[in-house]
């Protein structure tokens, strides 16, 4: 990652939970160019997407608990301290929808819904 996506407040990551990895692999592919790597995980499968070598984002299939929901495009800002900006959300008129939680070897994320009805992902990374 670079040092500006490091930074607290920045664009940092953007993924993709879909039904279908590879057809999605194979569109983006070939509409933008990306390259994909496969990352490796514990429990899942992760594809990193890549643009001139550097890692920019990653697809995923949709994990258990969000069966039912559409695919889609999530977007994550860095963040000092993911706690507190969980804290922080309701104060503010948003909702928490997933609190803190680890993604191993990367760091802690959480999921907010901003007053009208905007969603994104705040990380903390390792």
Excluded at 6 to 13: I, L, R, V
Excluded at 40 to 68: F, N, Q, R, W
Aim: charged letters at 15%; one cysteine or more; aromatic letters at 10%.
């Amino acid at each position: 990652m670079n040092d500006a996506c490091s930074k607290h407040g920045a664009f940092s990551w953007n993924e993709l939970m879909t039904t279908d990895v590879a057809a999605a692999r194979n569109f983006y592919g070939a509409l933008f160019g990306w390259e994909t790597e496969a990352y490796p995980g514990g429990d899942y499968h992760y594809t990193l997407v890549k643009v001139g070598g550097e890692a920019v984002g990653g697809i995923m299939s949709l994990p258990p608990d969000c069966a039912g929901m559409p695919p889609g495009w999530g977007i994550y800002v860095t963040v000092s301290d993911v706690e507190a900006t969980a804290r922080q959300v309701e104060s503010l008129g948003g909702k928490l929808l997933r609190p803190p939680m680890d993604i191993p070897d990367v760091g802690r994320f959480c999921v907010l819904q901003d007053p009208q009805g905007a969603t994104l992902c705040a990380i903390q990374y390792r």
